[in-house]
């Protein structure tokens, strides 16, 4: 008599997802068709968020694949197409193995070389983006502004909020009416996760009612000038926690 031995593999539970505290997205999205400042403002809405949640994880995405400029160390989309071309993507082993940054953000940073754009698919961002949806609490994606690229359009995609910073110059905000108007009516983003942010660059001359009239979308709140690493969003949080967002009349 033959005996033979078999081993089952043990059958393993999937781990489960890092849910968001609250009502602050789980991907937050900033994007403007213009420059106003995003970069900074995420960077910032980042750093806010780890010093209001001790202890919850936050990630940041650099997806401005013409103007990258988030701070980071070791993983960037650079290896990414790399290890797309080589054959051995792992969206989770990179998302996972994040280096923080100096204001101990986990960042991936962005694109220098743009030969290497066409090895980056949206399969690819969105992989990225589901991975970092599981293992984050918080996940902050900076675009870039031109919106008839695959980096951006698979943020806009997977984003639960869309944040539009502008500033107070009219043409600023006409501008981006149009693409508001784009992104809802051609892209088929929900209107209610559209967030307007004011964004004090330069000299004030409209008010946020003014912005909420040529925009047709309510401001939730006014960012201050960063002007150092201690200034945060405070408002933006209670923005997000306190208020529905609809379309102003």
Known sequence: MILLKINFPLKKNKPQKVESPGKIPKVSVFWSPLTVGKSLLSRTFARTL???????????LDFDVFTPSQPYEGFDLNQVAGM??????????????????????????????????????????????DSARDNYEFVIIDTCREINLISTLTALDEADAVMVPVNNKEGCIRHTKRFLDFLCNYLYIECGHIKILKNLIDQQSFTEKDIEQLLE?????????????????DNLLSALTGCEQKKAN
């Not at 010093?51 to 919850?56: R, S």
């Not at 940073?109 to 754009?117: A, F, P, W, Y």
């Not at 709140?221 to 969003?233: D, N």
């Open 217 to 233: 979308y309510p401001v939730i709140c006014t960012c201050e000038q960063i002007t150092s690493e201690s200034i945060t969003l």
């Open 50 to 60: 780890i010093k209001e949640y001790p202890g919850a994880k936050v990630c940041l």
């Open 84 to 129: 797309v071309f080589g054959g051995d993507f792992d969206a989770e082993y990179i998302i996972k193995n994040l280096s923080s940054t100096k204001q101990d953000i986990p960042c991936l940073g962005g694109l220098t070389e743009l030969l290497s754009m066409d090895m980056l698919n949206k399969d690819i961002y969105s992989r990225l983006i």
